[in-house]
């Protein structure tokens, strides 16, 4: 079971040293997974715990201009997929002013030698750190014959000539090329969260849905989409699912997923839910009146249901 602590301070999280990487991940994506495999062999080569350091938010998003940085995954994704991976134990550090602030040398003694022990440390080639993005491969490298560990950097990872990269997938994710992003991720493109209590708007119409706010995560899609559902007992569950700010309804509140789950009765109030998207159906639009809006609903639930391969039925159900 994977172990995750929080912040700069505390004690150390290797007695005895560590094999550790350092990045933001967002997506952890296959180049990631690559990086995250390797650190998982020297660790067991040398009989030492793997150790990630990560960041939430990540840098980028923190220093972020002209609007929020659109992120893959949030802070659950990354300790899921860590997880997968074989990682023993995730520092996750909150990237702000203070850290910001950071020389790179305070970044090494109080991050690399003492809370991990560091004695191998893998990062990328373009890998920046400490205020101003003064340390690099070099500083690192130079530290740490110093300190005592050695410094791995870990080759680009592409694929069909390009390098994998998650501002790549971000774009792929926006313009709906969910299988195309799929193959850069090694998984289909999802978010999750805890289904909370709506306005039953959904239900009067006779689409109910499970709700799931985002928090401040901002995500690379929007519109309607055909998906499944994670989390249920039984497997994954088609429907469709809306994300967005719901202009018809308001359109003022803040952005909001909204799952139907085809042909399902079932209380999922309080239930982590992982929607899976498969194909955009359209963009949001406001519409004229409710009416107007069940009309699209239906069209669109009738899509979905073919991209799923699913037979056509009659609204049903209850969710939440």
């Known amino acids: 079971m994977i172990q995750v602590f929080d912040g700069a301070a505390g004690p150390s999280l290797a007695p005895g040293g560590s094999v550790a990487c350092v990045g933001a991940f967002d997506g952890v994506h296959r180049g990631h997974r690559a990086l995250l495999d390797r650190v998982r062999a020297r ?3 040398r009989g030492l715990p793997a150790v990630v ?12 201009r002209g609007g929020p940085l659109l992120r893959l995954s949030d802070r659950h994704d990354k300790i899921e997929q860590f997880d997968a991976a074989g990682i023993d134990r995730v520092l996750l550090l909150g990237f702000d002013a203070e850290l ?9 003694d109080r991050i690399l030698v003492a809370r991990l022990e560091a004695r191998e440390v893998f990062v990328g080639a373009d890998f920046r750190f400490g205020r101003d993005r003064q340390g690099d491969v070099a500083v690192l490298r130079e530290a740490g014959a110093r300190a005592g560990f050695s410094v791995d950097v870990f080759p680009e990872f592409a694929l069909d000539g390009e390098r994998v990269r998650s501002s790549r997938i971000r774009e792929q994710l926006a313009a709906g090329d969910f299988d195309g992003a799929a193959q850069l991720l090694g998984r289909r493109f ?7 209590h709506g306005q039953q708007l959904g239900r009067r119409l006779g689409y109910p849905t499970a709700n799931i706010a985002l928090g401040t995560r901002v995500p690379p899609v929007g519109g309607i989409f055909a998906v ?28 909001l997923l909204e799952a139907h789950l085809f042909d399902f009765d079932g209380d999922l109030y309080g239930r982590r839910l992982d929607v ?14 409710l009416d107007a809006l069940v009309r699209q609903m239906d069209r669109d639930a009738a899509e979905a249901r073919t991209i799923l391969g699913m037979p056509q039925a009659a609204k049903a159900g209850a969710t939440a």
């Open 43 to 45: 660790a067991d080569a």
């Open 53 to 64: 350091v990560s960041f939430e938010p990540i840098p980028r998003e923190f220093f972020a």
């Open 100 to 108: 910001a602030g950071w020389d790179a040398q305070t970044f090494i």
């Open 190 to 196: 999802r978010i999750g969260g805890t289904v909370i």
């Open 228 to 255: 499944r559902v994670h989390g249920l007992d039984g497997g994954p569950h088609p429907g469709v699912a809306s994300l967005g700010v719901r202009p018809t309804v308001d359109g003022s509140g803040a952005p």
């Open 276 to 289: 899976e998207f498969v194909a955009k159906l359209r963009d949001e639009e406001k519409f004229a009146d």
